[in-house]
């Protein structure tokens, strides 16, 4: 049986492609996995030299073309099932069109129907964002019969609304019973952890990559090290292989 898992949220830059690259990099050593990267604006994920991703083109010219989403579902459907994990990563801008097109074809039950699993992955961030991001977040709890991981990225300020912290909340008291997990990206000092992240990513490298690098400053490696070390433990509360 094969596991899908489709990161998804409405809201730009907070964190898809970053969710989509570590949990690529958890599960991997493990299990085998593919990617695929759906964002017809940002490619991020399929950017990483060291992960097997391949970046499917969901434009004709400047609109984005649902029909396109079938070719997504043929990789899905014609991957070898050999207890592979598909993780792929959807762009802001294609987020209603392929949940539309999600719904309107029942495609999360064929998945299923054809042996596989499903999960859904959604980031919720703290700031000006918070409300998009839990409508965002709304929108998969009421659409899909399927279990959601949800991420917590503080990075742009505390999720916390009217007093309340986000297993508090509204959505979690409404959709709590489909949420199989609730990870927390950990939060460190932007000027050390945030500078070497950022350093990372612009690599295009992996952790371990970065870490086994002897050209790379041994506190960074340090601070890395630690930073993956954190963000495996989260992820593994999720129990997802």
Request: proline share 2%.
């Given at each position: 049986?094969?596991?899908?898992?489709?990161?998804?949220?409405?809201?730009?830059?907070?964190?898809?492609?970053?969710?989509?690259?570590?949990?690529?990099?958890?599960?991997?050593?493990?299990?085998?996995?593919?990617?695929?990267?759906?964002?017809?604006?940002?490619?991020?994920?399929?950017?990483?030299?060291?992960?097997?991703?391949?970046?499917?083109?969901?434009?004709?010219?400047?609109?984005?073309?649902?029909?396109?989403?079938?070719?997504?579902?043929?990789?899905?459907?014609?991957?070898?099932?050999?207890?592979?994990?598909?993780?792929?990563?959807?762009?802001?801008?294609?987020?209603?069109?392929?949940c539309s097109y999600l719904k309107e074809n029942n495609a999360?039950?064929?998945?299923?129907?054809?042996?596989?699993?499903?999960?859904?992955?959604?980031?919720?961030?703290?700031?000006?964002?918070?409300?998009?991001?839990?409508?965002?977040?709304?929108?998969?709890?009421?659409?899909?019969?399927?279990?959601?991981?949800?991420?917590?990225?503080?990075?742009?300020?505390?999720?916390?609304?009217?007093?309340?912290?986000?297993?508090?909340?509204?959505?979690?008291?409404?959709?709590?019973?489909?949420?199989?997990?609730?990870?927390?990206?950990?939060?460190?000092?932007?000027?050390?952890?945030?500078?070497?992240?950022?350093?990372?990513?612009?690599?295009?490298?992996?952790?371990?990559?970065?870490?086994?690098?002897?050209?790379?400053?041994?506190?960074?490696?340090?601070?890395?090290?630690?930073?993956?070390?954190?963000?495996?433990?989260?992820?593994?509360?999720?129990?997802?292989?």
């Amino acid at each position: 049986m094969n596991t899908v898992h489709f990161i998804l949220q409405g809201k730009g830059g907070v964190g898809k492609s970053l969710v989509s690259s570590m949990l690529f990099q958890y599960i991997q050593k493990n299990k085998n996995c593919v990617g695929i990267d759906t964002d017809p604006v940002n490619a991020t994920f399929s950017r990483c030299v060291d992960l097997n991703v391949k970046q499917l083109n969901i434009m004709d010219d400047d609109d984005i073309d649902p029909r396109k989403f079938d070719t997504l579902m043929e990789q899905i459907l014609e991957t070898d099932n050999e207890d592979k994990h598909i993780i792929i990563d959807n762009g802001a801008s294609s987020f209603i069109p392929l949940c539309s097109y999600l719904k309107e074809n029942n495609a999360i039950d064929l998945i299923k129907e054809s042996g596989n699993k499903v999960v859904l992955h959604s980031i919720i961030t703290g700031g000006q964002a918070l409300g998009d991001t839990l409508a965002g977040l709304g929108t998969l709890a009421s659409s899909f019969d399927a279990p959601i991981v949800v991420w917590l990225n503080l990075y742009f300020g505390d999720i916390f609304k009217s007093g309340k912290t986000f297993e508090e909340f509204k959505i979690y008291q409404e959709h709590g019973h489909k949420f199989q997990s609730v990870i927390q990206i950990p939060l460190r000092k932007q000027a050390t952890f945030g500078k070497d992240l950022e350093d990372l990513f612009s690599s295009r490298e992996t952790f371990d990559t970065a870490i086994n690098n002897s050209k790379v400053p041994i506190m960074v490696r340090q601070r890395l090290k630690t930073f993956w070390t954190e963000v495996q433990r989260e992820i593994d509360k999720a129990q997802l292989v």
